[in-house]
């Protein structure tokens, strides 16, 4: 009962920190020594990502658009595996986006 109280006091203090930009506070988050595993290994991964994170907080951009043009490409050359030559992928991706 108690571990999961502490995990859900860092959670809502991890949470209210990244929304509130708190930089600093999410440094002071990471750079803390707990004495529990599951939190140590959660801020360990933490900090490996520690840019990401921050990153990921600040900022509004997405990668999404991006993935879903390769998901379609990766779909059409799977869907093309063991056919013709470059110029048939070519043209079928290009009849894709044109059309779908």
Do not use: P
């Amino acid at each position: 009962m108690i571990l999961l109280r502490n995990l859900i006091k860092f959670y809502d203090s991890f949470k209210t920190t990244l929304l509130a930009q708190d930089w600093v506070g999410i440094s002071n988050i990471i750079n803390t020594v707990y004495d529990n595993k599951v939190m140590s290994k959660l801020v360990k991964a933490l900090s490996n990502n520690c840019e990401a994170v921050i990153n990921s907080a600040k900022y509004t951009y997405s990668n999404g658009c991006v993935k879903g043009n390769v998901n379609k490409l990766k779909k059409i050359k799977r869907d093309m595996y063991g056919s013709a030559h470059i110029y048939l992928l070519k043209n079928k991706v290009i009849y894709q986006s044109l059309y779908f």
